[in-house]
């Protein structure tokens, strides 16, 4: 006997989707350059489904295009600093926590001296100004800051520089305390020192710099709160005082505008979605919050996130291989919610994360289709076959279950939620009379042809031809997650197709009655054992019946209830015709009538509105209001059929009382 070919067919079914799995995923996880970038992704997404966290201990003061108007400052040359000046004196007069500018005053201001002289003492008797600078190399090589000048330097509690870290992307996403260059660690960056200032314990031992920290963003642009420059000078109804009491304040440039003496800094975060920037002053005050509240997101250590890897692509590549596509298919759907679920918990409550988009993007589908491509040739070949022997009442989906589950052709039956049409032509024993058998056959199957087109169109399953009549059903047998807008589709397409059908045969114009609705049924085969019927029954498929026999008498061509709407849109209109009880129930029914107009995505046409208006009245009682409304109605458009059918039932109710607690249904006598 031999033994390894089990082993080699075993080898072969586990270890490819293993190889291919782990391949892949440490290929992904290496390669920085790959676009998209699965890596960066698995970093941005959870941000956007996380609700935001506006904080409170801190605001930021924007020199933005209104304060540049108001305070009528140049835009090619640098600030009177004197405006500084005075917003640190106020900042200082309201004890706010600590004062931190983005920007680089690296001369002094020939014009406004005084200016200067002023900011520099308001600097000084504030205590805790951190100031801007800029990391850059002397052309000889060494490392060195762009700083602001001396007696601004002098006056500041310390300073900084203050870039940041963007991607490609030009997202920010990693702290930057030491600038990358090795050889300039003795700088620090702003934020770094503005914490140090307030006595954050992290920012106490210099090496700490080194630890790596990602960007944890509070939500999107705007979430943390700001104010305009000149707002921000004096007291008013807008910033009152008191307003920056025990805040740190972080002072710097809008990108939307051009400031003089300052660089153009904008950047993108998680939120940016659609390309749009934000300034870097707010990137800075999310990294100083984050190393204030020691919040910042930490990221799995490379071995680790090797460990992840191989173990997803053993448990996924070897896993789903032992099942059919279809179960391996669902298994794959719920390992990818179970890691994106793992992935965001972390992310959220435990502000840790790692780059579990490579599992669910790459190691999971890669898993899945070597599962598929090894287990479902025999299954490929047999769904063609079956789709070549779809006949008549039978829709491919209907019959695949059948011979996939032998189960299905024993009698009985189940419930299930379906979505159900039920039509048939109307006058059709007139036409019977004047044609031949022979032509009135021909003109069924044609008839038939152009009906049941739109029900295999839309996935419906037909469940039995009587005469002229047709009964189809969605969501069975198998489950369509959007029945009732595919029943919807096919009661559009009915009527469009029989309106090419009408102007081709050119003979007898066929007009077909529709009735729709949505409930629970049972389906099934109600046959035996040797004849497999399968067929829905209930009281909802007689609802439906009733819907399209209604049709009859409010000159309507298709009427549902509001159970089959679902959240459905179309190119139709949809108008509610009335409450009726039909006979044989109980319960009253909302039904409304659909309609394909030639304009439906335009403005209701004037006898519509008039209708509902007069209906509305019916409802309440008021018959001659409503008779004035309905024969309005008839006069805006004379073929109106429930216009015409509320008129004979006033007339009717004009000599009878309303009953207790009529609300203006009908009663229906016939079926």
Same mark, same amino acid.
């Given at each position: 006997?031999?033994?390894?070919?089990?082993?080699?067919?075993?080898?072969?079914?586990?270890?490819?989707?293993?190889?291919?799995?782990?391949?892949?995923?440490?290929?992904?996880?290496?390669?920085?350059?790959?676009?998209?970038?699965?890596? &960066?992704?698995?970093?941005?997404?959870?941000?956007?489904?996380?609700?935001?966290?506006?904080?409170?201990?801190?605001?930021?003061?924007?020199?933005?295009?209104? @304060?540049?108007?108001?305070?009528?400052?140049?835009?090619?040359?640098?600030?009177?600093?004197?405006?500084?000046?005075?917003?640190?004196?106020?900042?200082?007069?309201?004890?706010?926590?600590?004062?931190?500018?983005?920007?680089?005053?690296?001369?002094? &201001?020939?014009?406004? /001296?005084?200016?200067?002289?002023?900011?520099?003492?308001?600097?000084?008797?504030?205590?805790?100004?951190?100031?801007?600078?800029?990391?850059?190399?002397?052309?000889?090589? =060494?490392?060195?800051?762009?700083?602001?000048?001396?007696?601004?330097?002098?006056?500041?509690?310390?300073?900084?520089?203050?870039?940041?870290?963007?991607?490609?992307?030009?997202?920010?996403?990693?702290?930057?305390?030491?600038?990358?260059?090795?050889?300039?660690?003795?700088?620090?960056?702003?934020?770094?020192?503005?914490?140090?200032?307030?006595?954050?314990?992290?920012?106490?031992?210099?090496? &700490?710099?080194?630890?790596?920290? #990602?960007?944890?963003?509070?939500?999107?642009?705007?979430?943390?709160?700001?104010?305009?420059?000149?707002?921000?000078?004096?007291?008013?109804?807008?910033?009152?005082?008191?307003?920056?009491?025990?805040?740190?304040?972080?002072?710097?440039?809008?990108?939307?505008?051009?400031? =003089?003496?300052?660089?153009?800094?904008?950047?993108?975060?998680?939120?940016?979605?659609?390309?749009? $920037?934000?300034?870097?002053?707010?990137?800075?005050?999310?990294?100083?919050? &984050?190393?204030?509240?020691?919040?910042?997101?930490?990221?799995?250590?490379?071995?680790?996130?090797?460990?992840?890897?191989?173990?997803?692509?053993?448990?996924?590549?070897?896993?789903?291989?032992?099942?059919?596509?279809?179960?391996?298919?669902?298994?794959?759907?719920? !390992?990818?919610?179970?890691?994106?679920?793992?992935?965001?918990?972390?992310?959220?409550?435990?502000?840790?994360?790692?780059?579990?988009?490579?599992?669910?993007?790459?190691? +999971?589908?890669?898993?899945?289709?070597?599962?598929?491509?090894?287990? @479902?040739?025999?299954?490929? +070949?047999?769904?063609? %076959?079956?789709?070549?022997?779809?006949?008549?009442? %039978?829709?491919?989906?209907?019959?695949?279950? +059948?011979?996939?589950?032998?189960?299905?052709?024993?009698?009985?039956?189940?419930?299930?939620?379906?979505?159900?049409?039920?039509?048939?032509?109307?006058?059709?024993?007139?036409?019977?009379?004047?044609?031949?058998?022979?032509?009135?056959?021909?003109?069924?199957?044609?008839?038939?042809?152009?009906?049941?087109?739109?029900?295999?169109?839309?996935?419906?399953?037909?469940?039995?031809?009587?005469?002229?009549?047709?009964?189809?059903?969605?969501?069975?047998?198998?489950?369509? =997650?959007?029945?009732?807008?595919?029943?919807?589709?096919?009661?559009?397409?009915?009527?469009? *197709?029989?309106?090419?059908?009408?102007?081709?045969?050119? @003979?007898?114009? %066929?007009?077909?009655?529709?009735?729709?609705?949505?409930?629970?049924?049972?389906?099934? *085969?109600? !046959? @035996?054992?040797?004849?497999?019927?399968?067929?829905? +029954?209930?009281?909802?498929?007689?609802?439906?019946?009733?819907?399209? !026999?209604?049709?009859?008498?409010?000159?309507?061509?298709?009427?549902?209830?509001?159970?089959? /709407?679902?959240?459905?849109?179309?190119?139709?209109?949809?108008?509610?015709?009335?409450?009726?009880?039909?006979?044989?129930?109980?319960?009253?029914?909302?039904?409304?009538?659909?309609?394909?107009?030639?304009?439906?995505?335009?403005?209701?046409?004037? #006898?519509?509105?008039?209708?509902?208006?007069?209906?509305?009245?019916?409802?309440?009682?008021? $018959?001659?209001?409503?008779?004035?409304? $309905?024969?309005?109605?008839?006069?805006?458009?004379?073929?109106?059929?429930?216009?015409?059918?509320?008129?004979?039932?006033?007339?009717?109710?004009?000599?009878?009382?309303?009953?207790?607690?009529?609300?203006?249904?009908?009663? %229906?006598?016939?079926?």
């Amino acid at each position: 006997m031999n033994h390894t070919r089990p082993f080699k067919a075993g080898l072969a079914r586990y270890g490819v989707g293993i190889l291919l799995a782990t391949g892949l995923g440490l290929l992904l996880l290496a390669a920085d350059n790959l676009q998209p970038n699965l890596v &960066n992704l698995s970093y941005d997404l959870p941000f956007r489904g996380r609700p935001g966290q506006a904080p409170d201990d801190l605001v930021m003061v924007w020199m933005d295009e209104d @304060s540049h108007r108001e305070l009528t400052q140049p835009r090619n040359d640098s600030w009177d600093r004197g405006l500084h000046g005075q917003l640190v004196e106020r900042l200082t007069k309201e004890h706010a926590r600590a004062v931190v500018f983005d920007i680089v005053f690296s001369e002094t &201001n020939a014009t406004h /001296l005084q200016g200067d002289e002023r900011f520099a003492r308001a600097i000084r008797e504030n205590g805790k100004v951190i100031l801007a600078a800029e990391y850059a190399k002397t052309p000889d090589g =060494s490392p060195t800051m762009y700083r602001a000048f001396d007696a601004l330097i002098d006056a500041a509690a310390d300073w900084g520089f203050d870039q940041v870290s963007t991607d490609q992307d030009f997202i920010v996403r990693r702290h930057l305390h030491v600038p990358p260059d090795p050889d300039g660690d003795n700088f620090s960056s702003m934020t770094w020192q503005a914490a140090h200032l307030l006595g954050q314990l992290d920012t106490q031992k210099p090496e &700490n710099r080194y630890v790596e920290h #990602w960007m944890n963003y509070y939500g999107p642009p705007g979430t943390i709160p700001w104010v305009s420059f000149y707002r921000a000078l004096v007291a008013d109804e807008f910033c009152p005082a008191g307003y920056f009491s025990n805040k740190v304040v972080f002072v710097g440039g809008n990108i939307k505008t051009v400031f =003089s003496g300052q660089r153009k800094d904008e950047y993108r975060t998680p939120y940016t979605v659609r390309g749009e $920037f934000v300034p870097g002053l707010e990137v800075q005050a999310t990294q100083f919050l &984050n190393l204030m509240r020691g919040d910042w997101l930490s990221r799995l250590s490379p071995r680790a996130e090797l460990v992840v890897v191989v173990f997803c692509a053993v448990l996924f590549g070897a896993g789903l291989a032992c099942f059919r596509p279809l179960v391996a298919t669902l298994l794959a759907a719920l !390992g990818a919610a179970l890691v994106t679920l793992l992935a965001y918990y972390l992310f959220w409550g435990q502000r840790l994360w790692f780059p579990w988009l490579i599992t669910v993007m790459v190691q +999971i589908p890669v898993a899945l289709f070597w599962s598929i491509l090894y287990n @479902s040739v025999a299954s490929l +070949i047999q769904n063609r %076959l079956l789709a070549q022997s779809l006949g008549l009442y %039978l829709s491919p989906k209907q019959v695949q279950r +059948i011979l996939k589950e032998p189960g299905l052709r024993q009698p009985g039956g189940s419930k299930q939620v379906a979505s159900i049409l039920f039509s048939d032509i109307a006058g059709f024993s007139r036409i019977s009379e004047q044609l031949d058998p022979a032509d009135l056959v021909q003109l069924l199957n044609s008839y038939y042809e152009t009906t049941i087109r739109a029900i295999h169109q839309t996935e419906g399953t037909i469940v039995d031809i009587i005469g002229d009549a047709i009964f189809a059903i969605w969501n069975a047998p198998e489950l369509q =997650s959007d029945h009732q807008a595919k029943m919807l589709q096919a009661a559009l397409l009915f009527q469009q *197709n029989l309106s090419q059908f009408n102007c081709k045969q050119g @003979s007898i114009a %066929l007009r077909t009655r529709v009735g729709l609705h949505t409930g629970e049924v049972v389906v099934g *085969n109600v !046959g @035996s054992s040797e004849h497999f019927d399968y067929a829905a +029954i209930g009281e909802n498929v007689n609802l439906a019946s009733r819907l399209e !026999g209604l049709n009859k008498q409010l000159g309507t061509d298709v009427l549902m209830t509001r159970a089959a /709407l679902g959240v459905a849109r179309g190119p139709w209109r949809l108008r509610p015709v009335g409450k009726f009880r039909f006979k044989g129930f109980v319960q009253v029914v909302d039904v409304i009538e659909f309609m394909v107009l030639p304009d439906a995505s335009g403005p209701l046409p004037p #006898w519509f509105e008039t209708f509902a208006a007069a209906l509305e009245t019916f409802q309440q009682g008021q $018959f001659a209001a409503a008779e004035a409304g $309905f024969r309005r109605t008839l006069e805006l458009r004379p073929e109106d059929g429930p216009s015409a059918f509320y008129l004979h039932q006033i007339q009717e109710w004009q000599t009878h009382t309303l009953p207790d607690g009529w609300a203006g249904e009908i009663n %229906l006598t016939e079926k």
